[in-house]
């Protein structure tokens, strides 16, 4: 009996944290997060890449004849305003692997404001931030390598 009174006082309490200036917060963080990629996304939606688009050209590209981190960014985000997602991770993975990680993290966070619980998410350590680190570079040298399955990952 008295875990159940324990149980319906955390209950409440926890409730009562999520409102006010904590709710508050939750809310500005969750915009924080939510609005560069809706922006992101909804910009090349109406005004689509082309020949004649006033997008800037990647200058790695137009140097090196490589493809740099993002080439193929602004293409992948407009297939995925289009709800092209296959083809959108075509053009780029990292990418729209980035607009999903946003969303996901602004997701949680209007969770957490419209009372529900607190995002637990991973901390970025120095370890994880090497290994992303890595994974970007991997990303980057593999899709310019222009053969076997590697050219998979460059834009197309």
């Not at 944290?17 to 992101?40: H, I, M, N, Q, V």
């Not at 493809?67 to 990292?94: D, E, K, P, S």
């Not at 090497?130 to 593999?142: D, P």
């Amino acid at each position: 009996m008295l875990d159940r009174d324990t149980e319906s006082a955390e209950g409440r309490d926890n409730v009562a944290a999520a409102s006010g200036p904590d709710r508050r917060k939750a809310l500005w963080t969750a915009c924080a997060w939510l609005a560069p990629p809706f922006a992101a996304v909804g910009l090349p939606a109406v005004f689509p890449p082309g020949a004649d688009s006033w997008y800037p050209r990647c200058l790695f590209h137009k140097i090196t004849g490589g493809y740099c981190l993002t080439c193929g960014g602004t293409r992948a985000l407009a297939l995925l305003g289009r709800g092209h997602v296959l083809g959108a991770l075509h053009m780029n993975a990292v990418v729209v692997a980035g607009v999903f990680v946003m969303l996901a993290v602004g997701l949680a966070h209007l969770i957490q404001a419209c009372g529900g619980p607190a995002p637990r998410l991973p901390r970025m350590t120095r370890k994880r931030l090497l290994l992303l680190g890595a994974a970007l570079a991997a990303f980057w040298l593999l899709r310019n390598i222009p053969v076997g399955p590697f050219s998979l990952l460059a834009p197309r």
